[in-house]
C-alpha cells in the first residue's frame, strides 16, 4: 500500500510541477479581484497556484484491474487533497477508446495529461498519445506501464520535451522481491 500511495503522491506532484514549468496565461480571469483587494502573492505557495490552474485528463487502461483500482482511489485523493480538477477516463482494454477519450479531454480543457496506456510497449500507440499532447502544448506524464520496448527507448519520450514517464523496472522489481523472499526465509525458517 505504501508503494501505491507513494506513485500517487509522485503522479500529482510531477503534474503540478510540470504544468508549473510550462508557463501559461498570466491574464487575470474576468470575475478577479483588482490588484489592490487581491492577497500579496508571497502568501500563495508556488505549487497551490499551480495547482488551481490544473485541468488533468488521468486515462487508466482499465478500471477493472485490481492494481489500478487500488492506484486511482489514492491518486483521486492525493489529487484531491492538492485542490486539483481532474477527471478519470476508462479505457477498458482498448486503445482506441483511450485516444478518443485523450482527444474529449483536451477539447473540454484538459492541460495536462496523466495516461496509463492500454497498449504496453507499443511506439505507435504512445507516439499517437505524444502527438496529440504535442500538438495542444500540454504535459504528458505516462505511468506504469512500458511507453516503448526496451530496444527503443528515448524514441517516443525523447520527441516530446513535456512528457515523461513514471514507473519501476520490472526486470528490476521481480529481483528484489526475490532477495527480499529469500532474506525473509532465510531468517525466519
Not at 131 to 157: H, Q, T, W, Y
Amino acid at each position: 500500500m505504501k508503494r501505491r500511495k507513494g506513485l500517487a503522491v509522485l503522479l500529482a506532484a510531477a503534474a503540478a510541477l510540470s504544468l508549473a514549468g510550462c508557463g501559461g496565461n498570466d491574464a487575470a480571469p474576468a470575475d478577479a479581484a483588482p490588484a489592490e483587494e487581491a492577497a500579496p502573492a508571497e502568501e500563495a505557495a508556488p505549487a497551490e497556484a499551480a495547482a488551481v490552474d490544473l485541468n488533468v485528463g488521468v486515462f487508466y487502461y482499465t478500471y477493472s484491474d485490481t492494481y489500478i483500482s487500488s492506484v486511482r482511489t489514492a491518486l483521486d485523493a492525493a489529487l484531491t487533497e492538492a485542490g486539483i480538477t481532474f477527471q478519470n477516463y476508462d479505457g477498458n482494454s482498448n486503445q482506441t477508446t483511450q485516444n478518443e477519450q485523450i482527444d474529449t479531454a483536451i477539447s473540454q480543457g484538459a492541460n495536462l495529461l496523466i495516461v496509463n496506456i492500454v497498449t504496453s510497449g507499443s511506439v505507435d500507440a504512445s507516439q499517437q498519445i505524444v502527438d496529440k499532447a504535442s500538438a495542444a502544448g500540454i504535459p504528458v506524464i505516462f505511468f506504469n506501464r512500458a511507453v516503448e520496448p526496451d530496444e527503443e527507448e528515448g524514441k517516443v519520450l525523447g520527441a516530446y520535451d513535456k512528457c515523461a514517464f513514471v514507473g519501476t523496472d520490472a526486470a528490476e522489481a521481480g529481483h528484489l522481491q526475490g532477495e527480499m523472499i529469500g532474506e525473509y526465509l532465510l531468517a525466519n525458517y
